[in-house]
């Protein structure tokens, strides 16, 4: 049960002290968005080169970027310990996922809400975590999408079919309300942008999320 705050959610202006309010958290999570794959903007190659060199934790980067067969490995190089692109995106995705890991990072692959995962259930075999949105992607502070965790458990058989190695992560609308569904339906990793950097004491808000994913697993 790992915990991912979003540091979306934080203070741009402050993104070393953002960092270390998270130094529990099991990874911070870090959105990228180009303006053309959402309509929204945020940071790239070279902030998340300055965030790797003074974050405690290792860095989960997300993109939400046209082309990320090309760009992909480079977040890798720059010091992200995981990346993930979409496939609504990528037009070679067994080669985007290989050039992540041969760069040294964990590969994942993320589905938006109207993306189905059977389609792309034979590129587990490339990829260390699969990620299943829980709002469209593009913007922090969203109603968690229910109607998502068919997938995710659909998900979740087939990676214990495979032995169980993957990991299962959900980003969008979790919170202390929502994480227990997200375990019960087979998620393991849970991205928090809102619910962590909201609160007053980020890092309980880490613990307490955690606890609560601790208390639904079955
Ligand atoms: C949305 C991003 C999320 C976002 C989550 O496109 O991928 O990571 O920061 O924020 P909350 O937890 O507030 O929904
Ligand atoms: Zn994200």
């Known amino acids: 049960m790992q915990i991912c705050p979003s540091i979306l959610s934080a203070d741009f202006a402050n993104l070393e002290r953002e960092l270390h309010r998270i130094a529990e958290a099991d990874w911070a999570h870090v959105d990228v968005m180009d303006g053309h794959f959402v309509p929204n903007l945020t940071l790239g190659l070279p902030v998340v080169e300055a965030l790797a060199r003074v974050s405690p934790v ?7 970027i046209d082309d990320p067969d ?6 890798a190089e720059a010091g992200a310990a995981s990346v993930t692109f979409h496939v609504e995106a990528v037009r070679d995705a067994v080669a985007t996922a290989r050039s992540v890991r041969a760069a040294g990072a964990r590969a ?13 259930a034979d590129l587990l075999a490339e990829v260390d975590m699969v990620l299943v949105m829980t709002v469209e992607p593009g913007f922090g502070g969203q109603s968690f999408m229910d109607d998502q965790m068919a997938k995710v458990r659909e998900v979740r058989q087939a990676v214990e079919r495979r032995g169980g190695q993957i990991w299962v992560q959900v980003d969008g609308g979790v919170s202390a309300d929502t994480i227990g569904r997200c375990v019960e339906a087979g998620a393991d990793v849970f991205v928090a942008g809102s619910a962590v950097y ?3 004491d980020a890092g309980a808000q880490v613990r307490a999320l955690r606890d609560l994913a601790a208390g639904h697993r079955h």
Do not use: S, V
């Open 70 to 75: 090309r760009w992909a490995a480079g977040y």
């Open 58 to 64: 290792p860095l989960d980067c997300h993109l939400m």
């Open 108 to 120: 994942a692959f993320a589905l938006k809400p109207g993306t189905p995962f059977a389609p792309y």
């Open 198 to 200: 909201g609160a007053e």
